[in-house]
């Protein structure tokens, strides 16, 4: 059985940065893409950053392209979201995701993800 565990999240103010990580146990984590997700109160769970099995392809949505990083450490079994010059609107609930198949590239869409973790709450105030 595939388990995610999130963590990093917290308070930030405007402008700050965090780190989160996602750590993934139960199959070969170097096999399979990842992403992040996140979700607001009262909006649909969107799609924030991916990452490709091999690390070496990335996706982001338009709104934290040139803030956040995604990146993985295969040896760790953990994938990363930095997040620089956070905004308000950046506040919300954040998920790591993993697909059922392997080989894969970033993918944006929310469907072809399988596993999720708890997530782990990010608040930036103003």
């Known amino acids: 059985q595939v388990q995610l565990v999130e963590s990093g999240g917290g308070l930030a103010q405007a402008g700050g940065s965090l780190r989160l990580s996602c750590t993934a146990s139960?199959?070969?984590?170097?096999?399979?893409?990842m992403g992040w997700f996140r979700q607001a109160p009262g909006k649909e769970r969107e799609f924030v950053a991916a990452?490709?099995?091999?690390?070496?392809?990335?996706s982001y949505v338009d709104s934290v392209k040139g803030r956040f990083t995604i990146s993985r450490d295969n040896a760790k079994n953990t994938v990363y979201l930095q997040m620089n010059s956070l905004k308000p609107e950046d506040t919300a609930v954040y998920y790591c995701?993993?697909?059922?198949?392997?080989?894969?590239?970033?993918?944006?869409?929310?469907?072809?993800?399988?596993?999720w973790g708890q997530g782990t709450q990010v608040t930036v105030s103003s």
């Open positions: 990452i490709s099995w091999s690390g070496g392809s990335t």
């Open positions: 995701a993993a697909p059922n198949y392997a080989w894969g590239g970033p993918s944006r869409e929310k469907d072809e993800y399988d596993y």
């Open positions: 139960g199959r070969t984590f170097s096999s399979y893409g």
